[in-house]
T-cell receptor, first 113, second 115 residues
Framework: GENVEQHPSTLSVQEGDSAVIKCTYS??????FPWYKQELGKRPQLIID?????GEKKDQRIAVTLNKTAKHFSLHITETQPEDSAVYFC????????????FGTGTRLKVLA | EAGVTQFPSHSVIEKGQTVTLRCDPI?????LYWYRRVMGKEIKFLLH????????ESGMPNNRFLAERTGGTYSTLKVQPAELEDSGVYFC?????????????FGSGTRLTVV
């Protein structure tokens, strides 16, 4: 069936270092890949997304890369700050808003001051 | 604009009892989704409404779960009777009819604990 694998499950980095979270998806029909950040007790928030016709997208300190051939996509956070500490979820879907998302299991990122 | 609102935020019930969760989507959003996250696992799809119609209910675990969206506005998810494995955080999300071109907006979730 459809699934998304996400690694690592936990990640600790020193403040100022980079963090990378990787996901692999199985459904070839997937064309939309959002990343959500969930801080403790809060709602998951969309932080960046990428579509299959784009290989890379950047927004300030965060970037996402997509290798559609290998069915891999990754989140890169540079110059990490304590407020980046949260659980990050990747997802894959054939559509941005009109179809279900298949989520990964989440990565708990801890940025150590 | 108001976001996606869910209540209650927390619910603790005994096995065998009934619980009803409510979701108010962003006004005008025709797509409404229910998801659930069990401790440490992925956020798993339950079902998708388009207006008042169930577009996809393939993720509903069994017939103890009943979702409704009367009038195409708010939605309820009833669990009856609740079992221990139903514990988790239930999220609702919404998006405009055509998708809006961006990821959908989540509510803060309802943490359900069945004891």
């Amino acid at each position: 069936g459809e699934n998304v694998e996400q690694h690592p499950s936990t990640l600790s980095v020193q403040e100022g270092d980079s963090a990378v979270i990787k996901c692999t998806y199985s459904d070839s029909a997937s064309n939309y890949f959002p990343w959500y950040k969930q801080e403790l007790g809060k709602r998951p928030q969309l932080i960046i997304d990428i579509r299959s016709n784009v290989g890379e997208k950047k927004d300030q300190r965060i970037a996402v890369t997509l290798n559609k051939t290998a069915k891999h996509f990754s989140l890169h956070i540079t110059e990490t700050q304590p407020e980046d500490s949260a659980v990050y979820f990747c997802a894959a879907s054939p559509s941005s808003g009109t179809y279900k998302y298949i989520f990964g299991t989440g990565t708990r990122l801890k940025v150590l001051a | 604009e108001a976001g996606v609102t869910q209540f209650p935020s927390h619910s603790v019930i005994e096995k065998g009892q009934t619980v009803t969760l409510r979701c108010d989507p962003i006004s005008g959003h025709d797509n409404l989704y229910w998801y659930r996250r069990v401790m440490g696992k992925e956020i798993k799809f339950l079902l998708h409404f388009v207006k008042e119609s169930k577009q996809d209910e393939s993720g509903m675990p069994n017939n103890r779960f009943l979702a409704e969206r009367t009038g195409g506005t708010y939605s309820t998810l009833k669990v009856q009777p609740a079992e221990l494995e139903d514990s988790g955080v239930y999220f609702c999300a919404s998006s405009p009819l055509g998708g809006g071109g961006y990821g959908y907006t989540f509510g803060s979730g309802t943490r359900l604990t069945v004891v």
